[in-house]
T-cell receptor, first 112, second 119 residues
Framework: NAGVTQTPKFQVLKTGQSMTLQCAQD?????MSWYRQDPGMGLRLIHYSVGAGITDQGEVPNGYNVSRSTTEDFPLRLLSAAPSQTSVYFC???????????FGSGTRLTVV | AQKITQTQPGMFVQEKEAVTLDCTYD???????LFWYKQPSSGEMIFLIY??????QNATEGRYSLNFQKARKSANLVISASQLGDSAMYFCAMREGQGGGTSYGKLTFGQGTILTVHP
């Protein structure tokens, strides 16, 4: 039981490049979400999904795309990276009817 | 309006003493849950304690307790007998709504409090 796995752990991108942050969970959680963490701002919700084929925007969705083709995977795509997207990204999952969350270990992204 | 407010950017405590980290919240939903997470310098998010809005008693988990004052909308974390390993960032977070609803999945976080434990 691996929990929530995020890859890569570190990434440096040039402005304008695109990339996908991977998130996978093996707990059959319906709910998956992406957060970004910036100094002094806590964690802010980017996108979330309540099941395969269903996604919705969170608080700061601009510049990011998501899809949920399977229960296990919830990738986050940066379409054209900008320095403002330099942040630490966390993926989290949970059962819809339970309160507990499981977080991934995070991806530290730097856009230069 | 901020849904979760942590007014203490930084706190200092002497080893073996108790410390309280403040958290106030704002919601009109009668059903909600409050969480505290610890984030050490290594970066992972570690769940500490949970309090449901209908729970009659304050939550406790080992050295952690949650001082839940519903009327004041506060959910302060109390760490007893602080240890050097408690030095970390601490986040308060809230989940609103009933289980099964789409809004139930969203966690709203406060800005965090950096706790430093001195020997």
């Amino acid at each position: 039981n691996a929990g929530v796995t995020q890859t890569p752990k570190f990434q440096v991108l040039k402005t304008g490049q695109s990339m996908t942050l991977q998130c996978a969970q093996d707990m059959n959680h319906e709910y998956m979400s992406w957060y970004r963490q910036d100094p002094g701002m806590g964690l802010r919700l980017i996108h979330y999904s309540v099941g395969a084929g269903i996604t919705d925007q969170g608080e700061v969705p601009n510049g990011y795309n998501v899809s949920r083709s399977t229960t296990e995977d919830f990738p986050l795509r940066l379409l054209s990276a900008a320095p403002s997207q330099t942040s630490v990204y966390f993926c989290a999952s949970s059962y819809l009817t339970a309160w507990g969350y499981t977080f991934g270990s995070g991806t530290r992204l730097t856009v230069v | 309006a901020q849904k979760i407010t942590q007014t203490q950017p930084g706190m200092f405590v002497q080893e073996k003493e108790a410390v309280t980290l403040d958290c106030t919240y704002d919601t009109s939903d009668p059903s909600y849950g409050l969480f505290w997470y610890k984030q050490p310098s290594s970066g992972e998010m570690i769940f500490l304690i949970y309090q449901g809005s209908y729970d009659q008693q304050n939550a406790t988990e080992g050295r952690y307790s949650l001082n839940f004052q519903k009327a004041r909308k506060s959910a302060n974390l109390v760490i007893s007998a602080s240890q050097l390993g408690d030095s970390a960032m601490y986040f308060c977070a809230m989940r609103e709504g009933q289980g099964g609803g789409t809004s139930y999945g969203k966690l709203t976080f406060g800005q965090g409090t950096i706790l430093t434990v001195h020997p």
